[in-house]
């Protein structure tokens, strides 16, 4: 059992499982235009596990980035996979609306139904790139 509290990191190691975080290529594009390294998206995703994020429902998180000039829209599958799928300028736009935001939380829904071999199919079509590994850090 699980105390109340834990991080969702702990969760997935008492569940047997570590985190993957990837980024879609269109995040990947955007991150390297705002010149947002890879480091830096596996440290905030550490922070979004402590609960350093807007959760806002449904596995969407909104996380601040590169000194508080971003924010990055990230999708989780029950904190075993973490997926970078939207940046946007803070001086550009305050929030995302409430459309997309369902659109969101649908495509979490999509991702928690891929199977193994689906997410390695996207990583080798360079859909989703693969930034960290809780095995490999």
Same mark, same amino acid.
């Given at each position: ?18 985190? #993957? @975080? ?12 705002? !010149? ?5 998206? *596996? ?20 996380? #601040? ?5 971003? =924010?990055?829209?990230?999708?989780? #599958?029950?904190? *075993? ?5 939207? +940046?946007?300028?803070?001086?550009? =736009?305050?929030? @995302?609306?409430? !459309?997309? +935001?369902?659109?969101? #939380?649908?495509?979490? =829904?999509?991702?928690?139904? +891929?199977?193994? !071999?689906?997410?390695?199919? +996207?990583? =080798? ?13």
């Amino acid at each position: 059992m699980v105390a109340l509290g834990a991080t969702l990191k702990n969760v997935a190691i008492h569940a047997g499982k570590s985190e #993957r @975080i990837f980024k879609t290529a269109w995040f990947a594009k955007a991150a390297r235009k705002a !010149h947002i390294p890879d480091e830096e998206l *596996c440290s905030a995703i550490q922070q979004v596990m402590l609960g350093q994020a807007d959760n806002l429902g449904g596995g969407v998180f909104k996380k #601040r980035l590169h000194k508080n000039q971003y =924010r990055s829209i990230v999708l989780t #599958r029950a904190g *075993c996979y973490w997926v970078y799928e939207y +940046l946007f300028a803070k001086q550009d =736009r305050a929030n @995302i609306e409430d !459309h997309e +935001l369902a659109d969101y #939380r649908k495509l979490v =829904r999509a991702y928690a139904g +891929l199977t193994k !071999h689906q997410v390695n199919q +996207l990583i =080798r079509g360079n859909d989703w790139m693969e930034i960290c590994n809780g095995d490999q850090t």
